[in-house]
C-alpha cells in the first residue's frame, strides 16, 4: 500500500498575519499571498493523490482490458493533475519534481501524460 505524502489542513491563525504597519507595509499582503499559494498546492496534492488511488483501484479490478477509453481517461486526469501541482510547485519555488514523482508513486504513464492535452483542449 501506498504511503501518502501527509500534509497538515490547519492555517496559521490571523494573529499570526505580520503587521503591516512594520518596516515592510507589503508583509501582510506577501503573507497572504503565500498562505493561498500554500493552500493550493494542497488541494492540489490532494486531487492529485485521489487521481492516482482511482487509476490504482481501476487497475486492480482487472477491468482495465474490457474498458480501455474509461482507462484512457483516468490516466488523462491524473497526467493533466499533475501538470497542474507541478506548475503550482514551481510557482511555489520549489523545482524538484523528481520529488514528486517519488513521493507520489507516479506510474510512468501518468509521467508521459503530464501536460498533455487532447485536441480538445485540457
Not at 39 to 54: D, F, M, P, T, V
Not at 80 to 106: K, N, P
Request: aromatic letters at 6%; hydrophobic letters at 40%; one cysteine or more.
Amino acid at each position: 500500500m501506498r504511503q501518502s505524502p501527509k500534509f497538515s489542513s490547519a492555517a496559521p491563525s490571523r494573529s499570526a498575519v505580520p503587521d503591516a504597519s512594520a518596516d515592510d507595509p507589503n508583509a501582510a499582503l506577501e503573507y497572504e499571498i503565500a498562505r493561498e499559494q500554500a493552500s493550493s498546492l494542497g488541494r492540489l496534492g490532494r486531487r492529485l493523490e485521489a487521481a492516482l488511488a482511482a487509476l490504482q483501484a481501476f487497475d486492480k479490478s482487472r477491468a482495465r482490458a474490457r474498458h480501455g477509453s474509461e482507462r484512457e481517461a483516468l490516466l488523462a486526469a491524473a497526467g493533466t493533475l499533475l501538470w497542474h501541482f507541478i506548475v503550482q510547485r514551481e510557482a511555489c519555488g520549489l523545482r524538484d519534481s523528481a520529488r514528486v514523482m517519488q513521493d507520489y508513486t507516479v506510474p510512468n504513464e501518468v509521467r508521459a501524460r503530464m501536460g498533455v492535452f487532447s485536441k480538445r483542449g485540457p
